[in-house]
């Protein structure tokens, strides 16, 4: 159903201001991320497939025998003795590099064992020659080539360090005793350390993959993949990237160094589109794994039918995200992601720093990642547990989520045509029906006290949102309810947009790129504070102009009423504690909610003081009071149900028109009231006043 006839009572001029905001966010910089060919979801037919402990078909090692027996020293007795085994066979019958070995596969169902130590994949690592120095293809806006499947296939190591293309149930698995005791390096000089490209059914055990210029592992269009005990780090953008595919498994993975996220699952296969919170599968698993110190320790853009449970995601910016922000990702927008019993906490860390300071624009190898750097790819609110940027039917249940400087929760909309969309018809249609039930807030495992700086922060937006009673501050003040039955919502909200200010900051900080160093000014996601916010700037520019309208209309019209000048003492506090509200760090607080009481009530008392004198200026500063009440309400009570849009607004446009009718209403020649008079109500002035008299009256303004 069009929004346009879903709410046909939405006024005119209302619309148009809706519009006026989506015409700026147009002119916001296109979202980038990962960019892929065109690819096709696959058709569900896969299955997950299961781990095959027998003897390899294919092994690989290295010839130095003498670093061999050092690496696998300390290994238990019978594992050293399975390795040394293994090693004399490789030596006679084995391959020097994974890439052999994956060359040499000839029937699916094969097993390729790699023994301990470092591969580097020297044959790969040579620059492209010949015709694969000359492939046509558009670059992405990072600046490599985006290659159709031929492309691969016919220079397979242009982009990959390992390319695994068109295998079927194939086995990769380290034999060491730890997932370091392989380590597959690219050097920084590959996008990719290992592809597995239209490669259905492949396992990939205990080892390590890292320092790519894109991702360590990459799993592309495959129906059936397991990743069991594989370590990923030190990567431009993501360490596990799964994209395109359905049966999948990550268990008791681990990833760290990541300029983007650790996990990144993907255009999953969108198998629950138009259902309800009861799916029947999931098209892939995350559990066991342990994500921290990126950006951002989960994310997948149309990351769909992922369920993730019994994780831990810390010491990252942002614990998890979801969203439907960037365009190309089959399934979108983003649904029926399912997180429980994970542990989210601690997800403080700033990596801005290396971007601005200029270390993220040196080659990726003189950036310091070994020691800690990060470079943050996208924009990203540093000190949140769980982001969802446009997303539905997403449920978050028994989730620890602690320790949060900013927030445990983040959801806010996107609209459509940010993913390239542009039908009216879906510009509203994220996010709704996210549910958030039975989640420890603020306290670690152990019950101890770990506050998160609000709880939830929601832009408003959406419809079916439901949040858990309770929940230790949030933004609005009061969140709709889950009822007993999955889903039901008590005083639930509909509104086709978020809050204005909200917004606008959303705006601001979305207007990032790492490759220009360019940080949002006025964001205070990127070090903003007090008068540098958008907030601030926002509420003082407000403040300025009301004080101004609001002032002259007091000197011209209430000076002589106790009513009209007692409510425009009660406006200058409220719009003081506007702008000092908006100072403040992120944190739930009833400022906005009283400062709105206080602009409230200057409306309200003023039009009571003009009804004699200016009898529409006086209805229309009623209405203008009336309306900041309702959104005070709004705010600082109860979210007001099933209305398209918040009183913010409606509030907005009135107090537009109300500021050019009172300018208008304070120039113009009039009366005004008695000095002691509360109601402002008098007789006309008799023609031919003293001059002492017509001064009194206010004369001609």
């Not at 025998?65 to 040394?84: D, K, M």
């Not at 990719?192 to 320092?211: E, H, L």
């Not at 950036?367 to 969802?388: A, D, F, L, W």
């Not at 490759?515 to 008068?531: E, T, V």
């Amino acid at each position: 159903m069009s929004w346009t006839r879903r709410f046909p009572a939405v006024p005119a001029a209302l619309l148009a201001a809706l519009l006026a905001l989506l015409s700026l966010l147009v002119c916001a910089p296109a979202a980038r991320a990962h960019e892929e060919r065109p690819v096709a979801l696959p058709d569900g037919s896969g299955s997950v497939p299961r781990y095959r402990a027998a003897e390899p078909d294919l092994l690989v090692c290295k010839t130095d025998r003498a670093a061999f027996e050092h690496r696998i020293s300390a290994f238990p007795q019978e594992l050293r003795q399975r390795n040394l085994a293994l090693y004399e066979r490789c030596e006679k019958s084995g391959y020097r590099h994974l890439q052999e070995a994956v060359d040499a596969v000839d029937r699916p169902g094969m097993n390729i064992a790699i023994l301990p130590g470092l591969y580097e994949e020297e044959p790969s690592l040579a620059p492209p020659t010949g015709d694969c120095t000359r492939l046509k293809a558009s670059n992405s806006s990072l600046g490599y080539q985006i290659l159709s499947y031929e492309q691969q296939v016919q220079c397979r190591h242009n982009q990959n360090l390992v390319a695994v293309l068109g295998k079927t149930d194939l086995q990769i698995e380290g034999t060491g005793a730890s997932r370091q005791d392989v380590v597959i390096d690219a050097k920084y000089q590959k996008l990719n350390a290992i592809r597995a490209d239209k490669s259905n059914g492949i396992y990939f055990r205990n080892f390590t993959a890292q320092r790519t210029t894109f991702n360590s592992l990459y799993v592309l269009a495959g129906d059936g993949f397991v990743i069991d005990d594989v370590l990923t780090r030190w990567n431009d953008e993501y360490g596990f990237l799964t994209f395109a595919s359905d049966h999948g498994l990550y268990k008791n993975c681990e990833s760290y160094g990541n300029g983007d996220s650790g996990i990144y699952p993907g255009s999953a296969s969108d198998i629950n589109d138009g259902r309800g919170y009861a799916v029947p599968r999931y098209s892939i698993e995350i559990t066991g794994c342990h994500s921290h110190h990126n950006m951002v320790g989960y994310s997948g853009t149309a990351g769909d039918s992922v369920w993730v449970h019994d994780n831990e995601f810390d010491q990252n910016m942002g614990g998890a995200s979801m969203d439907s922000a960037f365009p190309g990702h089959p399934g979108l927008p983003q649904n029926h992601a399912k997180f429980e019993r994970n542990l989210i906490h601690d997800n403080n860390a700033d990596y801005y720093h290396h971007v601005a300071d200029g270390t993220c624009a040196k080659p990726p190898i003189e950036r310091g990642y070994e020691q800690g750097v990060v470079c943050p790819q996208i924009s990203m609110p540093p000190g949140t547990g769980i982001i969802t940027a446009g997303g539905n039917w997403n449920v978050y249940e028994n989730n620890w989520v602690y320790g949060h400087r900013r927030a445990g929760f983040f959801l806010s909309a996107v609209p459509a045509f940010i993913r390239g969309e542009e039908k009216w018809s879906k510009q509203a249609d994220t996010s709704h029906h996210n549910r958030y039930a039975g989640n420890v807030l603020g306290k670690d495992r152990s019950g101890a006290a770990r506050p998160n700086g609000m709880d939830v922060w929601w832009d408003g937006q959406g419809r079916g949102n439901c949040w858990q009673d309770g929940p230790d501050g949030s933004t609005p003040a009061t969140l709709p309810e889950c009822g007993e039955r999955r889903g039901a919502v008590s005083g639930g909200s509909a509104r086709l947009v978020g809050e204005p200010v909200k917004l606008a900051q959303l705006l601001v900080c979305a207007d990032y790129n790492v490759q220009a160093r360019k940080l949002p000014a006025g964001c205070d996601w990127y070090g903003a504070r007090g008068l540098e916010r958008v907030e601030t700037q926002i509420a003082l520019a407000v403040a300025a102009v009301l004080l101004l309208v609001g002032g002259v209309l007091w000197a011209r019209r209430l000076r002589g009423s106790r009513l009209g000048t007692a409510a425009s003492l009660l406006g200058l506090a409220g719009l003081a504690l506007d702008v000092a509200g908006s100072t403040l760090p992120l944190t739930a607080s009833p400022v906005p909610a009283l400062a709105l009481l206080l602009l409230g009530l200057w409306w309200t008392g003023a039009g009571l003081a003009l009804r004699p004198s200016r009898p529409w200026l006086a209805r229309l500063s009623l209405l203008l009071g009336a309306l900041t009440l309702l959104d005070a309400f709004d705010k600082g009570v109860l979210m007001i149900p099933w209305t398209p849009v918040g009183p913010a607004w409606i509030r907005a446009l009135v107090a537009v028109v109300w500021t050019l009718w009172a300018v208008i209403a304070s120039a113009r020649p009039g009366t005004s009231a008695r000095p002691g008079d509360p109601s402002g109500d008098r007789s006309p002035v008799p023609a031919g006043p003293t001059p002492a008299l017509h001064a009194e009256a206010g004369g001609p303004q």
